[in-house]
């Protein structure tokens, strides 16, 4: 973890970086408008190395998501969008034919992929098909989801010794951010499908590894780092497949997420905003009477007690030392008395 690499000076987190796989909603935009300093940031990270965008809607096709961000201001083509039914397809042509009859459960991001690889689209179990592709679209309702359940229990159901056609889906977002709040994701969709069905799907989105290795292969990048917002998708995600990878509180997980990370969630890095990528980071160092040392910042665990020695400038460093403390103690963090600032 960077949090605690062996440094003797600060250094950016983009130091031996050969690429820079983005997550977007969070990290670039929050709704209709790019995140403060994002835009910047990213279009100098590409001047020296290539950046991914990395996406678990699959309601958008890789080239409407370019749009988009072009309209922001990002040098960004088609080619630099990675999106989960980009990654649902390397598992799909893994198990059917070339030219299979595919169900699709989904929109137009799912549906363009199929069609780019030569795959024909059903939207009735009555077809035949060859597998199931279940991704979000906002217009997904229960006539869709009980037509894959038909399609997958045609040959194999949860009173059958066979499994089936293969059923592969985009994500398991649980909640989705809408203009208007929160809204049940594409993970809740697959749920509904499960227990029609009685088993599980693979999995080609975040946390799961394929969407990562998907980018990896497109970027040859051996040295890549992930920027998310998320713990439990980009940071797990990234962890799981052996990537370097950065929080940016600018999204969903912010300071009391991240100091309650478990241990297979936790960032490389921890940023306030995306310029984070382009200066020095600290050295998170073990000082005398047990503390940990984050530039003026230090703070130690006593017992089940959290102590703020030195707030610092009571900013970034004050709560990557905390991280770095609490992580190292080996309790758990609803196990501690945790000062309030550290939330703030």
């Known amino acids: 973890m960077g949090l605690f690499r062996t440094r003797t000076e600060a250094t950016t987190p983009l130091e031996g970086i050969d690429a820079v796989f983005a997550d977007l909603d969070g990290v670039v935009y929050a709704g209709a408008g790019s995140i403060p300093h994002a835009v910047e940031s990213l279009n100098r990270t590409k001047a020296e190395r290539p950046v991914g965008y990395i996406t678990n809607n699959a309601s958008r096709s ?3 998501v370019a749009r988009h961000l072009a309209d922001l201001g990002l040098d960004v083509a088609p080619d630099d969008v990675v999106t989960s039914p980009q990654a649902a ?12 009859l595919i169900f699709v459960v989904g929109g137009e991001g799912i549906v363009s992929e199929l069609e780019k690889r030569g795959f024909r ?12 592709v279940q991704g979000f679209a906002p217009e997904v309702g229960w006539r869709e989801l009980a037509e894959a359940s ?3 229990n045609a040959h194999g159901g949860p009173d059958s010794e066979t499994a089936g056609i293969p059923w592969i889906a985009t994500n398991m977002d649980w909640t989705i951010p809408v203009a208007r709040g929160v809204a049940p994701g594409n993970g809740t969709l697959v749920s509904a499908v499960h227990t029609a069905v009685g088993r599980f799907p ?70 306030g905003d995306l310029r984070g990528l382009h200066e020095p980071y600290p050295v998170v160092e073990s000082v005398r009477g047990g503390a940990v040392r984050v530039g003026d910042a230090r703070v130690r665990v006593e017992g089940r007690r959290v102590v703020i020695v ?22 758990a963090i609803h196990a501690l008395d945790v000062p309030s600032a550290l939330y703030a």
């Open 89 to 100: 397809m390397h598992l799909l042509e893994a198990r059917v034919e070339p030219g299979s």
């Open 202 to 271: 693979e999995v080609a989105g975040k946390p799961e590894t394929p969407i990562f290795e998907e980018a990896r292969r497109r970027f040859a990048a051996e040295r890549p780092l992930v920027v998310g917002d998320r713990l439990d998708t980009d940071i797990l995600g990234a962890n799981r497949a052996g990537m370097a990878s950065a929080v940016v509180l600018t999204g969903i997980d912010r300071a009391k997420q991240v100091l309650a990370a478990d241990a297979a969630s936790r960032p490389d890095f921890i940023l």
């Open 310 to 331: 030195s707030e610092g400038d009571g900013g970034l460093d004050l709560l990557r030392a905390a991280c770095a403390a609490i992580w190292q103690s080996g309790t």
């Open 62 to 64: 890789d080239a409407s």
């Open 150 to 152: 038909f399609a997958l």
């Open 121 to 132: 689209v059903t939207r009735s179990a009555d077809d035949g098909p060859a597998a199931v």
